[in-house]
């Protein structure tokens, strides 16, 4: 194993994360909601698992942006003029950020409800 090359892959992923912040708007609004959620969080006094799932739904989301950032950059590498299959790609990928920010949002609304629930009334 090289050394260099192993923590050279950081860099390269750092690098990544970096022009996904600088590059999409998506990205960008889903970190403002995750520096929210955590502001939230912490003035809710979740417990220990509601914190993993807070942290696993918060990372998960930045990773399918991610992925769906790399699907659309890959699909205009390969298709540069239009293709419906090309489309369907990118509308694929942005459909699965969708689903599963709508899921983030659920189990939100499961944790946070009943904290918030009781403190207001």
Not at 39 to 62: D, H, N, R, V
Not at 68 to 84: K, M
Not at 104 to 117: D, N, R, S, T
């Amino acid at each position: 194993m090289d050394i260099r090359k192993f923590f050279k892959s950081f860099i390269f992923a750092f690098h990544g994360i970096i022009y996904v912040i600088k590059s999409e708007q998506n990205f960008r609004f889903h970190l403002l909601s995750a520096v929210i959620v955590v502001i939230a969080s912490t003035a809710t006094g979740l417990s220990k698992y509601e914190w993993i799932i807070i942290i696993m739904l918060i990372c998960g989301m930045f990773m399918i942006e991610l992925v769906n950032a790399s699907i659309e950059r890959v699909v205009d590498l390969t298709s540069p003029d239009f293709h419906q299959l090309a489309l369907h790609a990118k509308d694929l990928a942005a459909g699965a950020c969708l689903v599963y920010a709508i899921c983030c949002a659920i189990v939100g609304l499961i944790i946070f409800v009943p904290k918030w629930w009781g403190i207001i009334f």
